[in-house]
């Protein structure tokens, strides 16, 4: 069994072609064909079943995959590791954000990480604090950037407090509320909001402070991602309450000061098990102490 077969096997699994998946690895079809059928006379199973119009695992297939992305990472990180012991920083490096992290310039730290590590491979996800901190914890992502209710911490990883931030209100131009210097939430809880989806970490901190106050809200608009919040606001559809510190970057409303709203704290969170080099340079070049209780 070798490696080029198990990148070929997470190649058809991931494109259901074999065709595109001979692109992706930049062979002739022929060749990966073979060394995938002999792969599968070692094994003594068929990996996929193949008809004229698709390509699918066979339960062989499913169980073999997981195990393959895991030798593929573990030879991945056995070189890189390599590398480093002789001072040079290679493998990859993914890296998680939510749209509103408002303490880090990823973009920036990104640039400044490629001038420094050029042969590091990067890549970047964009997703909700949830779904991040699981990828963390199956190790698909090296570093991510996260904001969760003040009530809450990232369990089972490294995590390092960035900044806490309170959520302030975001209305239309031409809402009633638009001329006022602040609002309190039993003022905000009769309009109609425009949120995330109900269960996120984003949503989370805006029911937790109206729960809280002994209020409820109306959320007519959920939305998963916070980039399209703002311009079902700017439409007068509803209003929002989003991070201060992230409020800057939007245009056509207005933002307005909660005397009782909830704050949010931004982390960045790594493994706590596994940290590649890249990792470990990535977290240096933001200048994140690395200590050694920083799981939880």
């Known amino acids: 069994?070798?490696?080029?077969q198990m990148r070929y096997v997470v190649a058809v699994a991931e494109t259901n072609s074999f065709t595109r998946a001979a692109e992706r690895c930049l062979v002739v079809q022929s060749a990966l064909s073979h060394q995938i059928a002999r792969l599968e006379r070692e094994l003594g199973a068929r990996l996929f079943e193949r008809t004229s119009r698709r390509v699918r695992l066979t339960p062989a297939g499913e169980a073999f995959l997981p195990a393959a992305r895991q030798c593929l990472d573990a030879a991945e990180r056995a070189a890189a590791e390599a590398a480093a012991a002789v001072g040079e920083v290679r493998g990859r490096l993914a890296v998680g954000l939510i749209p509103t992290v408002a303490a880090v310039d990823v973009p920036a730290a990104l640039r400044d990480f490629?001038?420094?590590?050029?042969?590091?491979?990067?890549?970047?996800?964009?997703?909700?604090?949830?779904?991040?901190?699981?990828?963390?914890?199956?190790?698909?992502?090296?570093?991510?950037?996260?904001?969760l209710p003040i009530t809450a911490r990232p369990q089972g990883v490294a995590a390092h407090e960035l900044?806490?931030?309170?959520l302030v209100a975001?209305?239309?131009?031409?809402?009633?509320?638009?001329?006022?210097?602040a609002v309190d939430l039993r003022r905000l809880s009769s309009e109609t909001f425009v949120d995330l989806p109900a269960g996120t970490a984003g949503r989370a901190q805006s029911d937790q402070a109206f729960a809280a106050a002994g209020l409820s809200r109306d959320v007519a608009f959920e939305v998963t991602s916070a980039d399209f919040i703002d311009r079902l606001v700017g439409q007068n559809l509803g209003v929002a309450m989003l991070p201060a510190a992230y409020t800057p970057r939007l245009t056509g409303v207005v933002t307005i000061e909660v005397t009782d709203a909830a704050t949010r704290i931004e982390y960045a969170i790594w493994s706590g098990y596994s940290r590649t080099p890249a990792a470990t340079a990535f977290l240096g070049i933001l200048d994140i102490p690395i200590r050694p209780d920083?799981?939880?």
């Open 294 to 296: 920083a799981r939880d």
């Open 163 to 166: 900044a806490r931030d309170r």
């Open 114 to 147: 490629r001038q420094q590590y050029p042969h590091v491979r990067i890549s970047l996800r964009v997703g909700a604090s949830e779904e991040l901190l699981a990828q963390v914890k199956q190790g698909s992502i090296d570093v991510a950037f996260l904001g």
């Open 1 to 4: 069994m070798e490696l080029q």
């Open 170 to 181: 975001v209305v239309a131009p031409d809402h009633p509320l638009a001329d006022e210097p």
